[in-house]
């Protein structure tokens, strides 16, 4: 095997949902190390196509998800990357970064932390990986993300869908979080998740898109972060 195109259709987002959590936490934990070392290996890239069962979830027709992919995987790549080298230039004399979003009823942000990338540095990402892709990431400097991160729609979390997720950070990890649900199972596998391991509260990567064609939020992570 020379190269490795990946293609993956979810038609059952919660099937998952009937695994124990432990168990469910052990199959990622075996299956990530084997996934390392072949990503290293062998240029691969991982395609995710969208569902009618995901674009219900997302409120769209399949027609509109599909249509929105499609543009997404054929934008012109070189043009975006000299945005994106723009992009990581302006950032790369930069300490600190900001994020406000979803104005609330008081006039404020529902969304609103800060953290640290003084001495970090941005990578550009095309399509080397996923597809559609685009996006500059980096790793925050440890320990500094601070403050509120609202998500008002439903968010894939360790293959389970958790619906209107808020987590409060402090100090670089999530010392809180809310689940706008009545079925307190959503609340117990977030604190789950965030009890897996020392890690598992603290945010080990932070990027922006740059993919102009991604133009709502999907319950697929691989395509929002684009």
């Known amino acids: 095997i020379t190269h490795l195109i990946t293609l993956r259709c979810n038609s059952d987002n919660e099937f998952l949902e009937q695994v124990p959590p432990k168990l469910l936490s052990s199959f990622w934990a075996v299956r990530q190390p084997p996934i390392r070392v072949l990503m290293d290996k062998i240029p691969n890239v991982i395609v995710h196509v969208p569902s ?3 674009a219900k979830i997302d409120g769209v027709s399949y027609k509109k ?12 790549t070189e043009l975006n990357l000299s945005a994106q080298k723009e992009l990581v230039a302006y950032l790369s004399d930069k300490n600190k970064i900001e994020i406000h979003a979803g104005k609330n009823s008081k ?9 640290n990338i ?7 990402s095309l399509i080397d990986r996923n597809l559609p892709g685009t996006e500059i990431f980096t790793s ?3 320990g500094t993300i601070t403050g509120v991160l609202h998500l008002p729609y439903p968010t894939m979390l360790l293959s389970r ?5 808020t ?5 670089g990890r999530v010392t809180d979080f809310k689940v706008d649900h009545k079925n307190t199972k959503y609340s117990k596998w977030v604190e789950h998740v965030l009890n897996i391991d020392k890690g598992a509260c603290e945010v080990g990567e932070v990027a922006f898109g740059t993919n102009p064609e991604i133009d709502f939020y999907t319950v697929d992570k691989l395509i929002n972060e684009k």
């Open 161 to 165: 869908r958790i619906p209107n997720l």
């Open 140 to 142: 925050p400097e440890r």
């Open 107 to 115: 006039g404020g942000w529902n969304t609103n932390f800060k953290f």
């Open 65 to 76: 998800s599909l249509d929105m992919f499609y543009r997404a995987c054929n934008i012109d």
């Open 167 to 171: 987590l409060f950070f402090n100090k």
């Open 52 to 54: 009618e069962v995901e």
């Open 118 to 124: 003084k001495g970090q540095y941005f990578l550009p």
